[in-house]
């Protein structure tokens, strides 16, 4: 059964300047670069049939491309911090692209997510790295921005069960309609 989810790609330029926040957080499991991308909707264990009907479904998406930034690191998990983040912009595309997501996979008896989505790429998986630990790598690191990227479409990935991190295949992708300036 493949273990399914939808997301966003992180284009390598971006992916590099990520890369570069690695190293100096005890504990801290790193993410490759390659492995980045924003998740909209985690699907999980399935059948193949439901596969093949999630990936049709996904084609019905009729969205614009849209422009994204990374803006700020920070980590999940409060005193227990279980992993490192870059934090998205909540641009009003990006949310309506995963609530449309989260609507679809309902419609085809998915159960709803339990978390609000909080758009992030995972950086690091934490182990036993202290609060303190991930604060000062914060106080260092945190102020992280990257250069604004366009979106221009999101892919169905699938994972290995109990891997985390990666590798990650792209096993459907939809493209976003371009914008077209219109000149008057």
Known sequence: ?????????????????????????????????????????????????????????LGRVQRRSFELCLDGLSAFGGRKPRALVAAATQVAPLMELQAEHERLLQRLGLEPDGRKFTPHVTLARLRDSSSQQVADYLAARGYFRSAPFQVSRFVLFSSRASVGGGPYVVEADYPLEERVLRRA
Not at 38 to 51: E, S, V
């Open 1 to 57: 059964m493949p273990r399914l989810f939808t997301a966003l790609e992180i284009p390598a330029p971006v992916g590099q300047s990520l890369g570069m926040m690695r190293g100096g957080l005890p504990g801290a499991r790193w993410i490759d670069p390659e492995n980045y991308h924003l998740t909209l909707r985690f699907i999980g264990d399935i059948d193949d049939a439901l596969a093949r009907e999630i990936a049709g479904m």
